[in-house]
């Protein structure tokens, strides 16, 4: 099982952008399937977006088109581009790996979309 890292997040502008990094510490990190997932205040945590191990994406209708999800399996690290950022964007940010049974979350990373 891995242990995840994140970090990368902040405060951007409405219209920036940020990457978000979360590496993976442990043994097969390139079987995992890699996602990130947000939790906004008051509300529920969200797939934000997947990245299978043969590098198949998916991605929530609401950032489709604006966030990049990729793999770096050489350095055990999953990213998260995300431009044109929104306000109802901001949220903590977290990392999630999924190996059958096998499901790890990193700490998470606030991510606030403000002027």
């Known amino acids: 099982q891995v242990q995840l890292v994140e970090s990368g997040g902040g405060l951007v502008q409405p219209g920036g952008s940020l990457r978000l990094s979360c590496a993976a510490s442990?043994?097969?990190?390139?079987?995992?399937?890699m996602g990130w997932y947000r939790q906004a205040p008051g509300k529920q945590r969200e797939l934000v977006a997947t990245i299978t191990s043969g590098g198949s994406t998916n991605y929530a209708a609401s950032v489709k088109g604006r966030f990049t999800i990729s793999r770096d399996n050489a350095k055990n690290t999953v990213y998260l581009q995300m431009n044109s950022l929104k306000r109802e964007d901001t949220a903590v940010y977290y990392c999630n790996a999924n190996y059958f049974s096998l499901i790890s979350w990193g700490q998470g990373t606030q991510v606030t979309v403000s002027s």
């Open positions: 442990g043994s097969g990190f390139s079987a995992y399937t």
